[in-house]
């Protein structure tokens, strides 16, 4: 009876111990991924500074200023507005 205790103990030890390892190279994969993801969100929130950047350099009023003037456009005038006449009421036909 005793020798089936110790070699139920031993049986039971080494199992633990592959057990053990088993949860050890687990937790080691997900922590290195874990580490992947969060690198990978610092790499994004960079780009995204990067991008906010860019776009507040492109949406100076100043360059949109050139760009209209160079297509030719420019600020509107009085006489390019309509009169609130020329607008048909709801349901009346012109």
Do not use: C, W
């Amino acid at each position: 009876m005793l020798r089936f205790l110790s070699l139920a103990a031993v049986a039971s030890t080494i199992l633990a111990a592959f057990i053990l390892y088993g949860v050890k190279d687990d937790t080691r994969k997900l922590r290195s991924h874990m580490q992947d993801q969060q690198r990978l969100i610092r790499q994004h929130e960079n780009d995204i500074a990067i991008l906010k950047a860019e776009r507040a350099h492109l949406a100076r009023p100043q360059r949109i200023d050139e760009l209209a003037r160079a297509q030719g456009l420019g600020p509107t005038r009085a006489a390019q507005y309509g009169s609130l006449r020329s607008v048909p009421l709801r349901g009346k036909k012109p």
